[in-house]
């Protein structure tokens, strides 16, 4: 029989983030600090509008690029974050998560060939995004030395004339590196130069630490150059909600909406009710959770500080991305060894790309008092391993 499966496909690997929490669930007492889902139940605000909208019956399709109220909204939201403006009649489009949204504008702009730079330690999905929209990703190794963050000179050497899109991927997962404006200053430079576009994963910009979140599309002749990518998962706890949007240039917003009608339709409905409440009113909730967040992250950063454990400071998302190296051994083998002995799974940078060798990924989306504990276990668990390097 013939082979049924696309090459292309069988050929991506699959997630491994989900491998150690899949096994952690099955083990008796024990932590999970390897997914990055808010621990925090959404906002009741915005239960209540998805509530109320399935009540009244709103139960059938919106139209293809969402909500009328809710991409105004969005457009609102967006000025009063970043300045940057957007026509809420044709430069949004609401996605089925952030995900969605990563996935349809490579779809919309790459042609068979077309490069992708995607810097990496990164988010999982771009890479398989790319191939299968037809282009080829080609990877940028991020710096411990840098804090992760992209610098010109690491842009520019990885430019070639199939170069089409960057993806920037700050606040970013798995390092909780930011990029401020004297960061992408430069970058937005290149970009211009180069005739590129920019694919801006801003899903968590909600969660930034030193300052507020700055956008690329802020800069001078950057919004007509840029996709946004953004949603309502991590800033708002709405994961399971599936809720997410692009802005951008109106041409490609044009050919996203075109994907998204024949492979999704439209949004949820009765999630699209709930984040206007979400965008309208529950900015103080996201603000206090945006603190706790920070409480952790200081927290870690102490305890990582009086156990001798490497870590450059994060200032965004809900990750801290500790160095490992000094173990000896991968890290895969360390985030096995740690399940095994102390029963904490956290993820392996190397999860999130080649250049994660040596790091772990651990989220602080959870409470204090896990926290608090799976600390206590990782610390009896590198002095036993310091303890055999002697």
């Known amino acids: 029989m013939r082979n049924p499966l696309a090459k292309k496909v069988v050929e991506i690997e699959p997630s491994g983030i989900r491998k150690f929490f899949d096994v952690v669930n099955e083990m008796k007492d024990a932590i999970s600090l390897g997914v990055g889902e808010p621990d925090f139940d959404t906002p009741w605000r915005i239960r209540e509008e998805g509530i109320y909208s399935l009540e009244k019956g709103r139960t059938f399709y919106t139209s293809n690029s969402g909500l009328k109220e809710l991409k105004e909204e969005i457009c609102n939201y967006i000025q009063r974050k970043t300045s940057v403006i957007y026509d809420p009649k044709s430069e949004v489009v609401v996605t089925v998560g952030g995900s969605e949204g990563i996935d349809i504008a490579m779809r919309a702009m790459l042609d068979p060939g077309d490069e992708v730079l995607i810097p990496q330690p990164s988010y999982v999905s771009y890479l398989p995004c790319a191939v299968l929209a037809g282009g080829v990703p080609v990877v940028i190794p991020l710096q411990n030395k840098n804090e992760f963050k992209l610098t010109r000179e690491e842009l520019e050497a990885a430019i070639t004339p199939r170069t089409k899109i960057l993806v920037l991927p700050f606040p970013n997962n798995p390092t909780g590196s930011i990029m401020t404006r004297e960061d992408l200053e430069p970058i937005a430079e290149v970009v211009k130069e180069h005739d590129l576009f920019v694919i801006s994963d801003e899903i968590y910009s909600e969660l930034s630490y030193q300052g507020e979140h700055v956008s690329i599309a802020e800069f001078p002749g950057l919004r007509e150059r840029t996709i946004m990518i953004n949603g309502f998962s991590k800033g708002f706890a709405m994961t399971g909600w599936r809720l997410g949007y692009a802005c951008g240039p109106a041409e490609i917003i044009e050919q996203m909406i075109k994907i998204h009608q024949f492979a999704i339709m439209c949004a949820p409905t009765n999630s699209q009710y709930a984040a206007i409440e979400g965008l309208r009113n529950c900015q ?60 904490v799974a956290v993820v392996p940078g190397t999860a999130f790309g080649a250049s994660g060798e040596g790091f772990i990924r651990i989220s602080y989306a959870y409470s204090l008092e896990d926290l608090k504990v799976a600390l206590g276990r990782l610390e009896r668990f590198i002095e036993r391993l310091r303890e055999q390097k002697r």
Request: proline share 5%; glycine share 4%; aromatic share 18%.
């Open 284 to 343: 103080p909730e996201v603000d206090e959770m945006r603190e706790a967040y920070n409480q952790r992250r200081r927290f870690l950063m102490h305890e990582f500080r009086r156990i001798g454990l490497k870590c450059f400071e994060p200032y965004g998302a809900f990750y801290v991305f500790p160095d490992v190296s000094e173990f000896g051994m991968t890290s895969e083998e360390f985030a096995t060894r740690f399940l095994e002995e102390e029963r």
